[in-house]
C-alpha cells in the first residue's frame, strides 16, 4: 500500500503527498495532462518539442540544470501520446529548490527564436537518428495510421513528418505552451523525507501565485471499431525480414484492459511464455517473437511481432503467429499458467512501489485516470481475471478484420 494525503491549490493544482522518512531524499514528479493525442494535425510533435523546450531555461533562471546539480539533484522527463511527465529527485534537505525550479518553468517558460531553434534542431536530428536511419526506425510511422485512421494516435510522438517540427514557429508554441503547460492541467506528486504540512507551504508559496489558465476540455476523435484486413509490407534495408501484427484494444481506463495484458504475457513474458516456447525453441521459426500492449488511455494497440529466420517465409511466419493466438480462442487457458502470469506481474507491481520516484510517477499517472487510490488496488484487478475473461476476450481481439499487418522484407 502507498500511503499519501492531497491538496489543491486556488489555481487548480492537485499536489499528492507521499511520506517516507526511510531515505533522504525526496522526488518532484510533475505530470501534465497533454500527449500528442492534443496536437493539431497540421502541427505534430508539438508536445514532445516542449520536453525539450522546458530544459532550455525560463525567465528567471536560464540554465536549468545548474542550480540543481549544485544541490545533487537530477531530473528529466518524457512525452506519450497521452502525458507529459517531468521529474527531479534531489536530498530532501534541498526540497525548496525543486520548487523553484518548477514553478518557474511552469510560469514563464524562456520563448526566444534562440532557444526554439536549439532544440527543434536536437528534435529533427533526433527524428532522423531514431527514426529514419535505423532498422525497423519508422515501425511506429508506418503502423499507427494503418491501425487509427481517424483518432489522433494516427502519429507518433515524434510527429507524423520531419517537417512539422522543422516549421513550428515561435507564435504556434507560445499558444501551445499556453493551452496545456498551466496548473489545471498538472498533477504534482511530491514525495520522499518531506511532511505533508511543509510540502503544502512550498506549494502555496511557489505554485500559488501562477494563473489557472484556462481550462482545456478535450473533444478527440475516437476510433470507429475496424472491420477490415489492412496490411502494408515494404522493403528496406533491414537486417532480417519483421512481421508486426497489430490489433485494436480496450483503452487503458477498461475492465477488459486487464485480460488483455494478462494475454501479452501468456503468449511472450519470459522464456517459458507460449510464443517463445512453440515457435523460437521447439519449431525455430523465429529469432524473437514479442507480444506487447501499448497502454493507451484511449483505444489501443496489441501487438504481435516476430523476425523469422533465413528460409522461413513470412506467409509461414504470420501463420504462425495467428495459431498461437487462435489456440487463445479456442481453449480456456490452464488455471496454473495464468496463476503464474498473474503472480509476475504482481510482483513486478510490488517491485515498482519499492522505488520512490516510481511511486511518485504512478501516483500522478493513477490520479490523472481517476484517483491515486487506484494505485493501491491494481494487482487485485489482474489476480481476479478468470481463464474464461482470456478466452472471451481473445475471441473479441483477435480476429483477422481486426488487424493490421506491417511486413519488412529485408533488400536482398
Known amino acids: 500500500m502507498v500511503k499519501f494525503n492531497r491538496f489543491i491549490l486556488n489555481n487548480g493544482l492537485r499536489v499528492i503527498v507521499h511520506e517516507d522518512s526511510t531515505t533522504p531524499m525526496a522526488v518532484v514528479n510533475i505530470l ?36 540543481l546539480q549544485q544541490v545533487g539533484g537530477e531530473n528529466n522527463a518524457f512525452t506519450s501520446n497521452d502525458i507529459t511527465n517531468y521529474y527531479i529527485t534531489l536530498p530532501s534537505a534541498n526540497l525548496e529548490t525543486a520548487f523553484w525550479l518548477e514553478s518557474d518553468r511552469m510560469l514563464n517558460l524562456a520563448f526566444n527564436e534562440k532557444s526554439l ?4 534542431n536536437v528534435v529533427v536530428e533526433e527524428f532522423k537518428q531514431r527514426y529514419l536511419n535505423q532498422p525497423y526506425g519508422d515501425v511506429w510511422l508506418r503502423l499507427r495510421p494503418l491501425v487509427y485512421k481517424k483518432h489522433p494516435y494516427l502519429w507518433d510522438t515524434i510527429g507524423k513528418n520531419i517537417e512539422h517540427i522543422e ?3 515561435i507564435e ?20 520522499g523525507d518531506v511532511k505533508f504540512e511543509q510540502v503544502k507551504e512550498l506549494a502555496e508559496k511557489w505554485f500559488g501565485p501562477i494563473p489557472p489558465g484556462e481550462k482545456y476540455y478535450r473533444d478527440l476523435p475516437q476510433e470507429p471499431e475496424q472491420h477490415e484486413v489492412r496490411r502494408e509490407t515494404v522493403t528496406a534495408k533491414v537486417p532480417l525480414n519483421d512481421v508486426y501484427i497489430a490489433l485494436q484494444m480496450p483503452g487503458r481506463r477498461e475492465k477488459e484492459f486487464y485480460a488483455v495484458e494478462l494475454m501479452a504475457d501468456i503468449l511472450s513474458r519470459g522464456n517459458s511464455s507460449r510464443m517463445y516456447r512453440n515457435l523460437v525453441k521447439e519449431k525455430q521459426l523465429f529469432s524473437e517473437v514479442h507480444a506487447y500492449v501499448l497502454g493507451s488511455l484511449d483505444k489501443g494497440m496489441f501487438v504481435l511481432e516476430g523476425k523469422p529466420i533465413a528460409g522461413i517465409s513470412v506467409e509461414d511466419a504470420e501463420a504462425a503467429l495467428w495459431n498461437e493466438v487462435e ?29 520512490l520516484l516510481d511511486k ?11 484517483d491515486a487510490e487506484l494505485l493501491n488496488h491494481e494487482t487485485e484487478k489482474f489476480l481476479a481475471v478468470t481463464p474464461a475473461q482470456i478466452k472471451e476476450e481473445a475471441n473479441k481481439l483477435f480476429r483477422k478484420d481486426n488487424s493490421s499487418t506491417l511486413i519488412y522484407l529485408a533488400e536482398q
Open 360 to 370: 511518485g510517477m504512478n501516483l500522478a499517472y493513477y490520479e490523472l485516470i481517476g
Open 167 to 169: 516549421n513550428a514557429k
Open 117 to 120: 531553434e536549439v532544440q527543434r
Open 172 to 191: 504556434d508554441v507560445k499558444a501551445f505552451f499556453k493551452k496545456h503547460y498551466n496548473p489545471q492541467n498538472a498533477i504534482m506528486v511530491v514525495g
Open 327 to 355: 489456440q487463445l480462442k479456442n481453449h480456456e487457458v490452464p488455471a496454473d499458467e495464468l496463476t503464474k502470469v498473474q503472480h509476475k506481474t504482481e510482483s513486478t507491481m510490488i517491485f515498482s512501489e519499492m522505488s
Open 32 to 67: 501534465y495532462d497533454v500527449g500528442s493525442r492534443d496536437e493539431n494535425p497540421e502541427q505534430t510533435g508539438f508536445a514532445h518539442l516542449f520536453e525539450h523546450l522546458m530544459f532550455g531555461g525560463s525567465v528567471n533562471i536560464p540554465n536549468y540544470d545548474g542550480p
